[in-house]
């Protein structure tokens, strides 16, 4: 079983920036593609963006150009820096998380608030 820890939320104003991190314990696991995802209230989960273990990404388009995903593959951990927030980027923020030979593993979320 393969635990993840999501850090970095909290309450900014539009056009700030949060940097959001999600290690991975059990890193003898083998882990693949990593990514986040989040959920306003009353709005389905979606993608917000994915990373390969080689380092391919993949980004929702409504955070293109402002949202970069990256990982530390030695230390199992997915970050996502997110520049000029908007107060729609608001959501409860989600990592997942690939793993060779087991379910898809979710962390328990944390939460962004952009508002003036």
């Known amino acids: 079983q393969v635990q993840l820890v999501e850090s970095g939320g909290g309450l900014v104003k539009p056009g700030g920036s949060l940097r959001l991190s999600c290690a991975a314990s059990?890193?003898?696991?083998?882990?693949?593609?990593m990514g986040w995802y989040r959920q306003a209230p009353g709005k389905q989960r979606e993608l917000v963006a994915d990373?390969?273990?080689?380092?391919?990404?993949n980004y929702a388009d409504s955070v293109k150009g402002r949202f970069t995903i990256s990982r530390d593959n030695a230390k199992n951990t997915v970050y996502l820096q997110m520049n000029s927030l908007k107060p729609e980027d608001t959501a409860v923020y989600y990592c997942n998380a690939e793993v060779v030979n087991l379910v898809p593993a979710w962390g328990q979320g944390t939460q962004v608030t952009v508002s003036s």
């Open positions: 990373i390969t273990r080689g380092g391919s990404t």
């Open positions: 059990r890193s003898f696991f083998r882990i693949n593609t």
